[in-house]
């Protein structure tokens, strides 16, 4: 569902760049946690009312948004992106790597939330790209990852790219706008679970082992892998990741191959074994 889009500039809401990313309260947008917005554990915040409360008063971050999904920077952008109650001004968005690298070089935003997984060669190679940005003393770019991925993997790949923190979509409205604000001031942002996987690889002193056959996969195939070691069906991939059941199958063969493993219970046990569930 790449849309190949790539919009700087001021709050999206005109006609042309990215077509209904400024939105209206999210009506049929995918936010982050689903369907129709925010919608994480907890959540007592309704689509359209993110505003943080009285925290969001006298603040304002400029923020560009980075995923190769369409749909999902509509609904964020239709929750954080209200400047008058959130004091979160939009003013780019990306859907892959050298869209984010021009669009953040052009606006200099002060966060960007960037998803782990894009086309180009992923949010790791976004950071390397944009280093000099983050290493700014008077203006400094910093990143916040914004991912559907748990992984053990992907969190410290991103943090060690220089990212200032990592929350999952499942995350609420209210908090994403105070981990913009966060981030911003040059804090530590994690959702609860992450953080200790940062913790222990930092705590090591030695490098993580190589792992050759993961290193074969590429990110969307190591994605579907875990949704599948996890139990998912084939639909709920599809519908998770915003691909097609048959995209959903060609990486799913392309993985058993590449493993030289037989079936999905194969898969489950390998995966399981990596600690990648």
Known sequence: MNDGT??????????????????????????????????????????????????SAGRHARVVLVDDH?????GVQAEIGQTETTGVEVVGEAADVDQAVTVITATRPEVVLLDVH??????????RRCAPL???QQQPVRFLALSVSDAAEDVIGVIRGGARGYV????????????????????????????????????????????????????????VLRLIARGYAYKEIAKQLFISVKTVESHVSAVLRKLQLSNRHELTRWATARRLV
């Open 168 to 223: 999952t979509k499942t995350i609420t409205g209210t908090d994403l706008i105070n981990a913009v604000f966060r981030v911003k001031e040059g804090d530590a942002v994690f959702s609860p679970r992450l953080a200790g996987f940062v913790l222990d690889a930092f705590a090591s002193t030695d490098a993580p082992p190589v792992d050759e056959d993961l290193d074969r996969l590429t990110q969307r195939e190591r994605e």
């Open 70 to 74: 369409r749909m999902f920077r509509t």
């Open 134 to 136: 983050m290493a700014d």
């Open 6 to 55: 790539q919009h700087t500039g001021g709050r999206t809401g005109g006609t042309g760049g990215t077509a209904g990313a400024r939105g209206t309260g999210g009506a049929g947008a995918a936010g982050v946690g689903g369907a129709g917005g925010f919608s994480g554990p907890g959540d007592t915040t309704g689509p359209g009312d993110a505003t943080g409360g009285a925290e």
């Open 118 to 127: 894009l086309p180009g060669g992923g949010g790791v190679e976004v950071l």
